[in-house]
């Protein structure tokens, strides 16, 4: 008789997500006439641009003729993409970062899913709490988090490093009983839509080189930045290069959440400098190309082309355009929510607000009257790690008008 992953039998309920799709479901097939508005989940609501939709047309066209046909792609992404990437993405910026450094891949839930793979079972994860989820389930799946605790809501064998309003919601180093050899970061962050100045990351990437740990950077929201003193990518630190990977996302900069493109950044310098099975300063690069080349058979064609128009000038400027527009959304919301009296963070640099609830209800409890008393479906912040608990958060991916009306709506609560 076969077995099971045990592991996948320890993740405790469902996925925060699917949780909420069944709450509102429930709800609408209660009351059939609401006019329900979805703030929820994280997914962008605007067509893909015109540079994008014109280089899929082409590219589809090619695919129609055997002279330019194209069948499996390179399993780590073609030239074209890459080289796009590290010269705009980085060699703009001043980080040293060359096309052969970039992963194309089907986006940043996978890639920050699988990334673990690289690393020794035993290795100890530290991630922000509140935090993207997928960080924690993926080393749940493989092992590596220890025993659950039903009353705190955490594994044992994970770091936990609390981003709350009291510190400005910025991970604090862990003390020296707790060292981390990975740790999982994502600025401008969700769910908190708060960021990391370039002195506080470069805090990181000290401390990650001076204790030999890898820091998993996550910047798929890096295109809703504004404010120059906030980085882009982590490789504008100083030393970034020997312990981090910075995972990028086509999804929420140009709409690719149902065309799915990413891609992973390892540099040459990022090595592991134990001794093991009488290797010595393998670069992580190497693991990740055999794990690419193993189990992954490339983005497909036409959407890595359609990746490489978002690079092109009208490309730039159409996406462009569509962050502002959910950037007034946000910042619809954010005001909006101040002058209601809430206590309100993220919406600045981030396509996320963050408010604390009312009157010190959980984020469950708010979550019921948003969606009974307003027909507005938000994130409770529980859903994303213990102290989340008392916040809540609001996508601005919505349309602008949706934003207004729900915005009434929670005003008349
Ligand atoms: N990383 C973070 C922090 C996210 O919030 C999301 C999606 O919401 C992703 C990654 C997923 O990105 P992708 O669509 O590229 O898989």
Redesign the pocket.
Known sequence: MFTLNENYLKLPGSYLFTNIARKVAEYQKNHPQADIIRLGI??VTQPLCPAVIKALHEAVDEMGDAATFRGYAPDLGYEFLRTKMAENDYQKRGCDIKADEVFIS???????ANIQEIFGRDSKIAVCDPV?P?YVDSNVMAGRTGDYDENTQTWSNVIYMPCLAENGFAPQIPDEEHTPELIYL?FP??PTGEVLKKSQLQEWVDYANKVGAVIIF?A??ESYISDPEIPHSIYECEGARTCAIE?R????NAG??GL???ATIIPHDLKCHKEIMGKKDVELHSLWSRRHGTKYNGAPYIVQRAGEAVYSKEGEEQIKEQVSTYMKNATFLYNGLKDAGYEVYGGKNSPYVWLRTPDNMTSWEFFDLLLDKANVVGTPGSGFGPSGEHYFRLTAFGSYENSVRAMERIKNL
């Not at 089907?106 to 920050?112: E, I, L, R, W």
């Not at 996302?249 to 929420?252: D, R, V």
């Open positions: 994280g997914d089907d986006g940043a839930k996978s890639d920050s993207y997928v994502c962050n969700n996550d798929a929201y995972l996302s086509f999804s929420k690719f959440t799915r493109l990413g």
